[in-house]
Nanobody, 113 residues
Framework: QVQLVESGGGLVQAGGSLRLSCAASGDTTCISGMSWYRQAPGKERERVGGINSGGNTNYEDSVKGRFTISRDNAKNMLYLQMNSLKPEDTAVYYC???????WGQGTQVFVSS
């Protein structure tokens, strides 16, 4: 099994930046692609973007050009650099390895206007 733990959330003003981290532990050898998701109050969970084992990334249009996903395989870490944050980015952010069904507990990001 794989355990995922997010950190780095908090309160930031619009236009600011935050960097989220996700630490993986357990049987990390089975991890290939990883993704970030978010869920805003009253809305369904949505995918933010992902990164495969080769480091190729993809993003949803709503965050493209503002968010950057990276990973450090040696440290079993996943990152989400969020720049130019908007109030509509307010959500609980989750890291996940969807193919193996592993999800973190989430970290709250609040962007004030």
């Amino acid at each position: 099994q794989v355990q995922l733990v997010e950190s780095g959330g908090g309160l930031v003003q619009a236009g600011g930046s935050l960097r989220l981290s996700c630490a993986a532990s357990g049987d990390t050898t089975c991890i290939s692609g990883m993704s970030w998701y978010r869920q805003a109050p009253g809305k369904e969970r949505e995918r933010v973007g992902g990164i495969n084992s080769g480091g190729n990334t993809n993003y949803e249009d709503s965050v493209k050009g503002r968010f950057t996903i990276s990973r450090d395989n040696a440290k079993n870490m996943l990152y989400l650099q969020m720049n130019s944050l908007k109030p509509e980015d307010t959500a609980v952010y989750y890291c996940a390895s969807p193919l193996i069904g592993s999800w973190g507990q989430g970290t709250q990001v609040f962007v004030s206007s």
